[in-house]
Structure formats: structure tokens, C-alpha cells
């Protein structure tokens, strides 16, 4: 029993410890950002008094709502296409006993082993010959790298769901595009839910693409944008830290509103 309780013990300090890991960067962020511009002391120190000033001039100097409609345009309309192509090919090869079926699966499971650094530059010089070097571009190649993880996904979580379920429907006359979208894709939504905050956070946070895809100021996503508050020679953390804080904002709340659904939809995926 003893053994049990220290095991109990050793546990629960290893997790505190790890969420005073992920939670003090998120502390000192907030802390700075909510000091004036030129206040001194400690920077783990909390603010002498609440200034929200950084925030108004983070939004203007940033050019916030601009970054944040190109980056919610280019968000949705990847995560759109990331769940329509991942379900279907998904559902098409769980459903298929052909050896096609089963090489396209292992094709999909190989490509989420190679780094996308290395995919990037042979597919920005495919992507430049077709004249996408624009925010269309970036949602092609978001898309196309996200489905070897969703269909990898989608295929695990397909095997768990009862193929009686597509004969009854078929016996009361459903076709396959109806059976699919009336009565297997809405048995989907934990791996959707999961799916779309993982890419959401990826998506939403890539500074990298962005910026060797988008060569017009006026598609900068808001990563791109932070790069206002830094010169050559200094970095306004205040308003730096501010203008982070609002970028993290719309991740945070889709994240709170699928969070319950992500473990059940990853370990599902993963195991079935």
C-alpha cells in the first residue's frame, strides 16, 4: 500500500511540474503585456497597475482584424477540405478489400513520416509554376499535407464502427453517397473534432509557409504580422507580448469548445 501511495505521489508532482512548465511562459506573457511601455523591475513580477494600452496599439500597429480575416479565411476553408478529402478517401479505403485500397493506406501512413521542411521547397516550385504563390496556394498545401494524418485517423476510427449499421441502411434504400454523409459521418465527429483543433493550432500558428508562399502584405497571416514589433535592434515586448495574447485568443476558444472530444477521438484512431 505504501509503495502504491508514493507511486500516487511521484505521479501527481510530475504532473504539477509539468503544468508549471506549460503554464509560466503563458504567465510571463501576460504579465508583460499588461506592464506600461518602460516599466521597470523584475519581468516575473506582475504589473504595478493593469495597462491595456498595449493591446489597442497591438491591434493598430499590427493591423490585427486585417491578419485575422486572412488567417480565418485560410484556417476554415483548409480545415473544410482537410475533413471532406480525409473522410471520404478514409471511408473508401476501410470500406475497400482490394490490394489498391490497402497500398493507398500504407502510402498515407508513409507520408506523415516525412518532415514537411522537406516536402516544401519542391512543392513551392510546383506551386509558383501554377501562379498559386498566394493564400489559395497555402490552403492547396495545407490540405494536402493534413490528409496523411487524417486519413490515418479516419481509417483507425472507421474500423470501429459496426458495418451492420450500413446494411440496414442500404436495405431501406440508401445509396452510398447518402449512407456515407446521413449515417457515417455524423458517427465521425470525435476524430472531426480532434482533427480540426490539431489542425487548427498547426494551421493558425505556421509562420514558415506563410512566409515564403505570400508575397503580398495584404494576405499576411497573423504570425507574418507580428514582425511589426521587432527591429533590428530592439523588440517592444509590451506591445510583442500583447499582440500574441490576441493572436492566441481564437485557438483558445476552439480549443475549449472541442477539448472533450480530442483524447476519445486520438485514442480511437490510434487503436481501433
Known sequence: MKSKRYANW??????W?????MLFPLYLTVTVALKKPGEGGNIMTFPKEIYFGNFKQAIELGRYFEGLLNSTFITVISLFLIILFGASTAYGISRSRSKSARILYYFFISGMFVPFQVLMLPLLKQISAFGLLNKYGVILLYT???????????TGYLKSIPKELEEAAQVDGYGPFRLFWKIIFPLLKPMTATLIILNTIWIWNDFLLPLVMLSDPGEYTLPLLQYVFQTQYSTDFSLA?????????PVLLVYSGLQKYIINGIVSGAIK
Open 241 to 249: 507580448f500583447a499582440s500574441y495574447l490576441l493572436v492566441m485568443l
Open 144 to 154: 494536402t499535407y493534413s490528409l496523411f494524418q487524417s486519413v490515418f485517423l479516419y
Open 10 to 15: 511521484a505521479i501527481q508532482l510530475l504532473v
Open 17 to 21: 511540474l509539468g503544468a508549471a512548465l
